[in-house]
């Protein structure tokens, strides 16, 4: 069993940054490929980026440039930095761990993850 716990959400105005931050209750660099999705109101779950256990990482074409993805194994710790936000960015942001060295498909499927995070509110203002 994983527990994942996000923070580093908040409220930012357009072109702004955040590093959202996902503590994993134990190591799973060797074991899981993991990825942060996001969910606006009345919209669907989406994949944002994911990182493999080699480090490989993949990223959406409405966020390439701007968010990167990155992991402290030391630290059971993944991340994600946000530059350049736009009011288009404001969701709830979730991090998720997938049994595995590398993601199944791209777009990412929200079932071919076994755990996930609570959330933590992203607020981008014009």
């Known amino acids: 069993q994983v527990r994942l716990v996000e923070s580093g959400g908040g409220s930012v105005q357009a072109g702004g940054s955040l590093r959202l931050s996902c503590l994993a209750s134990?190591?799973?660099?060797?074991?899981?490929?993991m990825a942060w999705f996001r969910q606006a109101p009345e919209t669907e779950r989406e994949g944002v980026a994911a990182i493999a256990t080699s480090g490989m990482t993949v990223s959406a074409d409405s966020v390439k440039g701007r968010f990167t993805i990155s992991r402290d194994n030391a630290r059971n710790t993944l991340y994600l930095q946000m530059n350049s936000l736009k009011p288009e960015d404001t969701a709830m942001y979730y991090c998720?761990?997938?049994?595995?060295?590398?993601?199944?498909?791209?777009?990412?499927?929200?079932?071919?993850?076994?755990?996930w995070g609570q959330g933590t509110q992203v607020t981008v203002s014009s």
């Open positions: 998720a761990a997938g049994r595995g060295s590398y993601w199944r498909r791209w777009p990412l499927a929200s079932g071919d993850f076994t755990y």
């Open positions: 134990a190591n799973t660099y060797m074991t899981h490929y």
